[in-house]
């Protein structure tokens, strides 16, 4: 069971089965970035989706991240810093690299760049690739957080492996209570969707590896014109985990459904409404920040399956529909 802020004691760090919840306040942010300094695990909000952070440069502590999630050991975590100064000393920092961070960071861009040989990481950050991925989160509380500590947070989405992304403390408890030490809890996240991937080579070129709430597409055009450098964008490689079922909710879904079947749970959008409905306007933003509160809800509904209606393939939609087939895909 969640329990209430009380004195924290290293006794049993994540090995203990009661998670805490405080407010994302300023005795929050401390209190949280004393749990992670000892080694512990704390579930963090950041614009995209809530993350589970623990310092990135302890075996120990990186560790707890694959354990609490029951993450396969394969796949890499993402290393959040303040800025590209901090991300330069834990990869080969490139003028592209530069260039792709400038305008986004902090914000929800992560970049897959060569790591630094003998970076002070966990090796299990990177699960063995010769590759790390950074971001910057923008959210005020992970800046806030990453001040206050003299390492980098290792943080994947805060979920049950496989399951629904949390954009809500609410959320992370459902899959992590009892998993993890803390959860600081900064309201409901407002992109809704986990940053886009983008791998730099060292040629230059770009790769876009996860879609997400930065079009890689729009931004190379606006940054770079048709110029260099040059982008390869070959969709079908993916991150090591972009599995083709995750997201899921635990029950069959139906996607680009008009109605729902007398056993589905309806997910609208637009005209097509739902018991939840991703954006009666049609509004792609606000329909991916809804998108994992609505698969939370029809995972928790009685009926027994879920349809979906069809989201536009554009923007920020390629992000949800992206989510949305991996939602779908079946579990093996
Ligand atoms: O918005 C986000 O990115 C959230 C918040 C918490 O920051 N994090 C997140 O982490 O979505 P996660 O672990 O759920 O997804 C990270 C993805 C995984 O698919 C992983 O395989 C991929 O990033 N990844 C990590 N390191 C990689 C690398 N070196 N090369 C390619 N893919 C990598
Ligand atoms: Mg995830």
Redesign the pocket.
């Known amino acids: 069971m969640a329990a209430a802020c009380g004195e924290y004691s290293d006794a049993g760090m994540s090995g203990k089965n009661v998670t805490e919840v405080v407010l994302a306040d300023a005795d929050g942010i401390a209190r949280a970035a004393r749990i992670l300094e000892s080694g512990g695990t704390v579930a963090v909000p950041?614009e995209?989706?809530?993350?589970l952070a623990a310092r990135a440069d302890r075996d120990d502590a990186v560790a707890k991240i694959y354990a609490a999630k029951g993450r396969p050991d394969f796949?890499?975590?993402?290393v959040?810093v303040r800025d590209a100064e901090q991300a330069a000393r834990y990869a080969q920092w490139s003028e592209p690299a530069g260039n792709a961070v400038m305008d986004v960071w902090p914000g929800?861009l992560?970049i897959?760049v060569p790591a630094k040989a003998r970076a002070p990481l966990a090796k299990a950050v990177?699960a063995g690739?010769e590759?790390?991925?950074l971001?910057s989160?923008g959210h005020p509380v992970m800046q806030e957080l990453l001040g206050l500590v003299d390492f980098p947070l290792a943080?994947?989405?805060a979920n049950r492996s496989g399951f629904i992304s949390p954009t809500t403390a609410e959320h992370v408890l459902t899959s992590l209570d009892g998993r993890i030490d803390l959860v600081l809890d900064g309201g409901p996240t407002q992109a809704g969707v986990?940053?886009s991937?983008l791998?730099v080579r060292a040629d230059g070129a770009w790769e876009e590896?996860?879609p997400?709430p930065i079009d890689l597409d729009a931004f190379h055009n606006e940054r770079f014109g048709t110029g260099l450098p040059a982008r390869i964008g070959s969709r079908s490689i993916e991150?090591?985990?972009?599995l083709a079922s995750h997201y899921a909710p635990g029950k069959p879904v139906r996607l680009h459904a008009d109605k729902a079947g007398p056993d589905e749970y309806m997910i609208g959008f637009g005209r097509a409404a739902g018991d939840c409905t991703l954006s009666q306007t049609g509004d792609l933003s606000e329909a991916a920040s809804r998108l994992y509160g609505c698969l939370h809800q029809a995972a928790a509904s009685d009926l027994p399956n879920i349809a979906i209606a069809p989201v536009p393939d554009e923007g920020i939609g390629r992000a949800i529909n992206d989510r949305l087939r991996r939602a779908a895909a079946p579990v093996d």
Not at 75 to 78: D, E, F, R, V
């Open positions: 950041t995209t989706v809530y993350g796949n890499p975590l993402i959040h929800p992560t897959v990177t690739l590759t790390v991925a971001r989160p943080a994947p989405s986990e940053s991937i791998a590896l996860r997400g991150a090591p985990g972009q």
